[in-house]
């Protein structure tokens, strides 16, 4: 069986109260938070919980659904979620963590899974990775979602105003009609992103590249067209018809100010 994993390392670790913890790795990073780790393969569980752990984060395993609907209780900041699991599937916990809260959830798929992952994404999940992948990738993107995450510092650009569009980036905060709308921190980057440029017209990969911090080689360009769905359904009055976001077929997407 082909490994889901690009490339091992010697995990280093020990174990307190069930989760596993590395002592003073990651202040290096200045990162910390609890990330819950779904999969049933035991190789990727030990050794995507090392890499996290050597970031400054404890980690939390569950090897089949109904440990993952357990071990929600301890609430983490994060779930790194495998979509192919024994007993309750992984968009079935996706569902039921999206019912009851915004915990960022990255999705851990295999290639061939792409209406699995179009599927996720609608549901609410941040972001994804396909099977086998790095483990350095993972952590960063861990990293990344979290950060996105968090509160931030007050962002000295503020306020850009449109006609009837206000991204308020010192508040992350978007009105549309003097109506707030709630976006996820993905998706305010997102349009954040292509408000800070309005006309200029960006292809999907360089989005992944700006936004995700991510090169296209990682990821489905697919990721890009579902949340630009999303988003349009949050602040546009006709989806199907965007007055903000528009496509420029064949190239990319463009924000009309």
Request: net charge neutral; aromatic share 6%; charged share 30%.
């Amino acid at each position: 069986m082909r490994s889901a994993i690009g490339a091992l390392y010697p995990p280093v670790m020990e174990r307190r109260n069930g989760a596993r913890v590395t002592s003073g790795v990651g202040d290096r990073l200045g990162m910390s938070g609890r990330v819950l780790v779904v999969d049933d393969e035991p190789t990727v569980r030990e050794v995507v919980a090392s890499y996290l752990e050597r970031d400054g984060l404890s980690v939390d395993v569950a090897a089949d659904g109904a440990a993952a609907l357990e071990a929600l209780k301890r609430r983490p900041d994060l779930i790194v979620l495998d979509i192919m699991l024994p007993q309750v599937g992984g968009l079935e916990i996706l569902r039921e963590v999206r019912r009851t809260t915004e915990i960022p959830v990255i999705l851990l798929t295999a290639r061939s899974d792409e209406t699995d992952r179009v599927v996720g994404l609608e549901l609410g999940a941040d972001d994804y990775v396909v099977k086998p992948f790095s483990p350095r990738e993972l952590a960063a993107r861990v990293r990344s979602v979290l950060r996105r995450s968090r509160p931030r510092a007050p962002d000295t650009a503020g306020r850009m105003s449109f006609d009837g569009l206000v991204v308020d980036q010192s508040a992350h905060e978007v009105f549309v009609a003097n109506r707030l709308v709630e976006l996820r921190p993905r998706e305010f980057d997102l349009l954040a992103f292509l408000a800070a440029s309005p006309r200029q017209v960006f292809s999907r990969a360089q989005i992944l590249e700006r936004v995700w911090d991510s090169p296209a080689e990682f990821q489905d360009l697919s990721t890009i067209t579902v949340h630009i769905r999303r988003l349009r359904h949050k602040i546009e009055i006709d989806p199907m018809h965007p007055r903000w976001i528009r496509t420029v077929w064949g190239v990319g997407y463009r924000f009309e100010p």
